[in-house]
């Protein structure tokens, strides 16, 4: 019986662990594909995938359908026209050492036969955005992004403006599909931010979000400007033409046109194959473009039928991800940086160091516990690793290289820029049931206890108006700095008090631009609720969970007057986030600044997106994939008729929607006699 207990608890912690691992590269995909705005590093995002993919391998029976580790990662945005693709652009399983190629070889010979000769083909992996092209009789007719690997985005316009996109092919009597990447090189990436940073615009992180935003613009002439490049490197689908391998389609890329990924040949096994993959890392900081690994494809199509594909990646080729590059340099100091929430982060400070392609003057220390688990201390020589571009961070210390005068550092009591106490926060989490104290939770942030701190207040600005909160063309970093320095702005409500000519005199500014950032903060005045609760800053309160709470108050007033236990009445909204809220509207600061923006003719309402509340009350859950709209758009469809979508099933579960693969959540369904529709049935639910 003991063993029995514990083999379901074993099982749950893993169903546990596979959900969470499920939701967080979700997230991420999200992130890459769809808003090209990573939060972490190729490296770490690989990591997570393989933990996934081990956890579901040891306990198949919680891998669904829906998994990262099923599907390609992106979605289609609806902003374009959506192109269902007659090839599916599937997405590459990854190799990271000469061991992983080896079982890739295994695999392949396995199905094949031992006996079988394979040839294999080796080519640079670009990173950028992988985009499908579509000609008839030789002419480019349509042009589309991956997407989700059958439905992506029509990109015609866009990527016509590419100058190494052919518009006519060399050989006219010819209909072809192929896939392509298009990338950004380095140097144009470095004259696109300094552009950008010059207008206070927001940068990107790196060549490859540059390329994917630039190219998914709604107006095509900003990705006119942005000097994209493409390299074309399958054919998809072709008509009335024979090619028996990938070599020899690689030629007719390049005399029909073609932009294509160079090889150095055919490599008739794996041993080959590593060979070439360390000859292209060696070069890969020389090249005027980013890659991050090396693709290696059998060669033969017909090998390439027989291996097939699984439901994401084809079983004929394999990605072999670099690791990322690693510098060592002194750590020259360790300064402070005060966020709007009054967390304090240390950076490092660093003598200049190309990393990855670019110079690498600082880096982030996370916190004061980092600080003291790897015993960095300023005047060491230290391993930095900027992987994918993203913010580098220090990996290590070279202990070895001490001689004893480096210096630990200290974290000060005051803040460095207010010089207000700096302090940690704790959390009493308690039992729901009887309220006794279960433990202490320390927060791992330092924060700055002056409410009045200038920092605070400058970063709370940005915020403030940035693209996903209240959204104001123009007012970018320096230009808050330069209002906040010249005393026209105190806190976010003092924006909509500024006078043209106020801004007029601030350095760098003419009539136009002044009267464009008026504008801009007018415009911003009807952006509504949900935006401005998002905007204010206000601590555990992020852009979903704004949202969530103005639909259940939809009126500046309403939210005000409600309770900590109203406000955790709604779904999601948990303590946390209630006392937040109770505790900005109930202070003087908060207080004062919504009555500023009252005064200021602020829409403080929320224009509910509910179309009607045919499904209030029921929730749904939502298995398989889904053939007519993505899981968002299904969500929203719901939550949009006062249904609600959870992850899990359970007793309160009214339907499971299940679409095709459907996995252990319609077992569950089963199991608790929940009632199970299909993707039809939600969509007539709908209808009626």
């Known amino acids: ?10 099982t749950d912690s893993a169903a546990v662990e596979i959900n969470a691992l499920k939701a967080e ?66 997405s590459l399983a990854n190799a990271f050492s000469e061991a992983d190629l080896l079982d890739f070889d295994k695999r392949v010979r396995k199905v094949l036969g031992e006996d079988e000769a394979v040839e294999y083909v080796v080519e640079m992996k670009l990173d950028g955005l992988s985009v499908s092209l579509e000609y008839q009789n030789g002419e480019f007719k349509r042009g589309s992004t991956r997407g989700d690997g059958r439905v992506g985005e029509d990109i015609t316009r866009n990527l016509a403006t590419i100058s190494t996109v052919p518009t006519i092919l060399k050989e006219s009597a010819i209909d072809v599909t192929v896939r392509g990447e298009v990338y950004m090189t380095r140097e144009n990436f470095a004259r696109l931010n300094a552009e950008l940073e010059s207008d206070d615009k927001p940068l990107f992180a790196n060549p490859r979000n540059a390329a994917a935003g630039s190219l998914r613009q709604l107006d095509w002439n900003v990705t006119a400007a942005r000097n994209l490049e493409i390299r074309v490197f399958n054919i998809q689908q072709i ?26 040949g055919v490599f008739s096994n794996i041993d080959e194959c590593f060979v070439e993959i360390e000859r292209i890392g060696a ?50 100091d360790i300064k402070l940086q005060v966020g709007r929430t009054g967390a304090v982060t240390p950076m490092a400070v660093l003598e200049p160091v190309s990393v990855a392609g670019s110079t690498v003057s600082s880096a982030t220390l996370h916190n004061i516990d980092f600080i003291r688990e790897k015993d960095i201390r300023i005047g060491d020589c230290v391993t930095i690793r900027k992987a994918g571009d993203i913010i580098p961070e220090v990996v290590d210390v070279v202990v070895d290289s001490r001689d004893g005068t480096e210096r630990e550092f200290e974290m000060p009591e005051n803040c460095p820029v207010c010089g207000g106490e700096l302090a940690r926060e704790f959390e009493e989490i308690r039992s729901k049931k009887s309220g006794e104290l279960l433990r202490t939770k320390v927060d791992v942030a330092i924060r700055c206890a002056n409410p009045h701190c200038e920092a605070q207040k400058v970063r709370g600005l940005i915020h403030f108006a940035s693209r996903d909160a209240m959204d104001i063309d123009g007012l970018g970093t320096s230009v808050v700095e330069l209002l906040f320095e010249s005393a026209l702005v105190n806190d976010v409500a003092d924006l909509y008090y500024l006078k043209f000519e106020d801004v007029r005199q601030l350095r760098g500014f003419a009539d136009l631009s002044a009267m464009n950032l008026i504008n801009a903060i007018a415009e911003s005045r009807s952006r509504g609720l949900d935006r401005l609760l998002f905007a204010l800053g206000i601590r555990h309160v992020g852009q979903n969970t704004a949202k969530i709470i103005a639909r259940n108050f939809p009126s500046i007033d309403e939210l005000r007057n409600a309770s900590i236990e109203d406000l955790t009445a709604i779904h999601d909204v948990g303590a946390r986030v209630a006392e937040s809220l109770v505790e900005y509207f109930n202070g003087e600061k908060g ?90 049935e939600l969509q007539q639910m709908i209808a009626d």
């Open 283 to 332: 070069l890969r900081f020389e090249l005027p473009f980013d890659i991050d690994g090396a693709v290696v494809k059998v060669n033969s199509f017909a090998q390439r039928e027989v291996l097939g594909s699984t439901s994401k990646s084809p079983r004929w080729a394999v990605a072999f991800k670099f690791p990322a590059e690693e510098r060592q340099t002194k750590l020259v």
């Open 25 to 90: 590269i979700k997230r991420h995909n999200r992130n890459y594909y769809d808003l090209d705005s990573p939060e972490i590093s190729d490296a770490e995002y690989d990591a997570l995938m393989l933990k996934l993919e081990e956890l579901e391998m040891a306990n198949p029976q919680f891998r669904t359908a829906d998994s990262p580790t099923q599907k390609v990662g992106g979605t289609a945005n609806k902003a374009f026209s959506q192109v269902r693709n007659k090839v599916p652009l599937e």
């Open 591 to 680: 207080a004062e600044i919504i009555a500023k923006l009252r005064a200021a003719n602020v829409d403080m309402t929320y224009a509910s997106d509910i179309v009607d509340d045919s499904l209030a009350g029921k929730i749904f859950v939502l298995t398989g994939s889904l053939q007519n709209f993505t899981r968002d758009e299904a969500k929203l469809l719901i939550e949009r008729r006062g249904g609600r979508v959870s992850a899990s099933v359970s007793k309160k579960t009214t339907y499971v929607v299940a679409g095709e693969n459907s996995g252990s959540k319609l077992d569950k369904a089963r199991e608790l006699n929940v009632s199970v529709i299909s993707e039809d």
């Open 239 to 264: 008509d009335g033409v024979e090619v028996a391998n990938h070599a020899k389609a690689l030629e007719l890329l390049d005399e029909l046109g073609f932009p294509t990924s160079p090889i150095q």
């Open 1 to 10: 019986m003991d063993e029995q207990i514990g083999f379901f608890a074993e």
